[in-house]
Structures are given as C-alpha cells and as structure tokens.
C-alpha cells in the first residue's frame, strides 16, 4: 500500500530490465526498501538486474513476461500478485524497431505492433483488473513523444506509441473512482541503451530524469508526465503545424 507520505511498499516492473525501469526502482529504493518484482525475458541482463536491485536493499522476485506470448500477461500479473498488493506497476517494454526495414517489411511492423501496442494493452487490461480487486494501485505507462504525431523518419514507431497513449489515457478515465490511477509519461528522446545507436538531440533526457518524473507524478496523483516539461510546449506547437511544413522538419 502506498502510506500517506507516497511512499511505495511494492513495484512491479513489466520490461523490468530496461534502463527507466531500473532507475525507477533505484529511485524508489534511495527512500526505503521495497519488494520489486521484475517481469521480463529470462536473460542473463534480467538475473544481473536482479542482483544489483537486491545489493541496492530490494526484495526481489522474478517472474517471465514475453510481450510475444498471448497468454504471459494474465500469467505474468497473477504471478506477480501471488506475492502481495501491487502498488505500482511500471510498463516500460517495447521496442524501437529498425525504420528502414518497417517501411517494406510488413512481418516486422505486425512484431513491432504486437510488443509496443498489442501486448501493453493486454497487460494494461490485467493490471488494472487486478488492482480494481485490492482496491488500490498505480499504473505507469511509459509512452512517449513520437506518439503525439507520427513522423515520416520513423512513423510506424510513432503510430504504436500513439495507439498506447490512447489506450492508457483511456483507461485513466475508466478507472476513475476506483482507487486506481494509470500515470502516462511522454518522454522524449531518452539515452539509453535501446538509442545507443542514434545521435543525440536537443532537449534529450535520461533515464533517472525519466525516473524522478515518475516517482513525482505517482506521489502528486498526476494524469500525465512530459520529461522534460518543456516537451509539452515543443509538442503542442508541432501537433499544430501544417502537414506541408511538418513533412520538411528535419527530425
């Protein structure tokens, strides 16, 4: 249970081996000790995330979760469950996607709809079942700023984050009342180790910037998080810009 001070007893992480997940349980950890539950793949990363969690004071439980897998989000959400009230649950998987391939390559944009669209939806629907049975709980949704408006350089991307903004936003408002709560984030371009590969841009951020807005927003009861603040500006002007004009932007 989150204590009148906003202090969280429990996380789950969904995608736990990201790089925002992580911060977000250090963050979480730098108040107080805290059961963590990772849900991801088995992988090497996940069991070396799951030490450096528990040496940072975490009391850590693993189960699987593979976005591929119709039937791993009901599974993954009971498991996690098993062990105690969900106070928030983190969704932070998903994948990039290479954009040259997803112009041509119809196999690779119904994978890449599946793990960033497609499967976050499922789990969203779990959680929030779940969270309405305890009576409690917060839902981070880790959307992002290319869902405000798709772009030609990597459209495909956007369209899936624009679908799991909508969903998550939508469900917010379902579950108003309930004593759940759903948090969407829009970052931006966020240096981590899925951008590693890409050239940095104006107005980047981090993962524990990413972090800190969440904790923040889970504690002040926000709806919505923009990392930086100033996005929110940035985008209101872009989603309002000529079709003609934005198709020329260099982004």
Do not use: C
């Not at 693993?62 to 989000?73: E, I, L, Q």
């Not at 469950?81 to 041509?104: K, N, S, T, W």
């Not at 196999?107 to 009576?135: D, F, I, K, S, W």
Request: no cysteine.
């Amino acid at each position: 249970m989150i204590d009148a001070l906003g202090s969280v007893g429990s996380l789950l992480l969904v995608g736990g081996t990201s790089d925002i997940a992580v911060a977000t349980a250090r963050r979480y950890l730098a108040e107080r000790p805290l059961r963590v539950v990772l849900a991801a793949r088995d992988t090497p990363r996940r069991a070396s995330v799951a030490e450096e969690l528990a040496a940072a004071g975490a009391r850590v439980e693993v189960v699987d979760f593979d976005a591929d897998d119709p039937a791993s989000p009901a599974r993954m959400v009971s498991e996690a469950a098993a062990g105690g009230d969900i106070d928030v649950a983190v969704v932070a998987f998903g994948q990039l996607g290479d954009a040259g391939q997803l112009r041509i390559d119809s196999t690779a944009v119904g994978r890449l709809a599946q793990v960033n669209y497609v499967a976050p939806t499922v789990v969203g629907t779990e959680l929030a079942n779940r969270m309405r049975a305890q009576g409690h709980g917060v839902i981070v949704a880790l959307s992002s700023v290319a869902g405000e408006r798709a772009r030609a350089s990597n459209f495909v991307y956007g369209s899936t984050k624009a679908g799991f903004d909508a969903f998550y936003s939508g469900l917010a408002d379902s579950l108003v009342g309930t004593g759940v709560s759903v948090l969407v984030v829009r970052p931006g371009f966020v240096r981590s180790k899925m951008t590693a590969h890409l050239p940095d841009v104006p107005l980047s951020t981090t993962p524990e910037a990413v972090a800190e807005a969440i904790v923040t927003g889970v504690r002040s009861g926000r709806h919505t998080v923009w990392v930086p603040g100033l996005m929110r500006w940035v985008m209101s002007g872009i989603r309002h810009t000529p079709r003609g004009i934005f198709r020329k932007l260099p982004f």
